[in-house]
């Protein structure tokens, strides 16, 4: 599919609505990956996090939250509704999130990801390197367990 035009923005609390809703389109409930509201509006307080916004003809296509701090960042969550899957919104928002832990002096990003995600494609074409593995980190909704995989990318060699 072709790549389409995505405009970032930094969001706040304010935006929690739409954060919801593309949490509920991006998430399969089978997993129990996405965040309620009060979890997103809880991190959102913390310092060092940060929301993005991605916009595709006036329309929010996608998020990511990411918390630097202490000279280090962690991908607490990043998602792109489907229709505007495979365009390159998620791409642009990882650009954005590593060039952004960079001005905050993070040295490394981490994230924790499904075994068998999808966006792990996306994760390894960033440069992330697998460091560890969390035996049934996620519980899905029929009480499933999902082992959890932890991937880092040193900011200084991208
Ligand atoms: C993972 C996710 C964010 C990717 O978003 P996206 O906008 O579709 O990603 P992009 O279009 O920018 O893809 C960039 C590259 O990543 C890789 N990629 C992304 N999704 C892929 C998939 N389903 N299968 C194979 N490769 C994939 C490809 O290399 C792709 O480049 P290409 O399309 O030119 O081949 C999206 O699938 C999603 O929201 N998933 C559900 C939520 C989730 O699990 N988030 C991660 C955990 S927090």
């Known amino acids: 599919m072709a790549t389409r035009l995505v405009t970032l923005r930094q969001g706040d609390a ?3 609505g739409t954060v ?8 399969d409930p089978r997993f129990g990956e996405a965040w309620t509201r009060s979890q997103c509006l809880g991190v959102l307080a913390m310092p060092g996090v940060r929301l993005l916004l991605a ?11 990411t918390r630097a701090i202490a000279g280090e960042a962690e991908l607490l969550l990043l998602a792109v509704a489907p229709p505007f899957r495979r365009t390159g ?28 995600n999808d966006a792990l494609y996306l994760y390894r074409a960033t440069g992330f390197a697998k460091v560890g593995e ?3 980190y996620y519980r899905g909704r029929d009480g499933r367990q999902y082992d959890a995989h932890t991937y880092s990318l040193a900011l200084g060699s991208t």
């Open 55 to 65: 916009i595709v003809d006036d329309e929010p296509a996608g998020f990511s939250l």
């Open 20 to 27: 919801d809703a593309l949490m509920a389109a991006a998430f």
């Open 134 to 136: 969390r035996r049934g």
């Open 89 to 116: 919104v998620g791409r642009a928002l990882m650009e954005a999130v590593v060039a952004d832990c960079r001005i905050q002096d993070a040295t490394i990003l981490h994230l924790e990801v499904r075994a068998d």
């Open 14 to 16: 304010r935006d929690a």
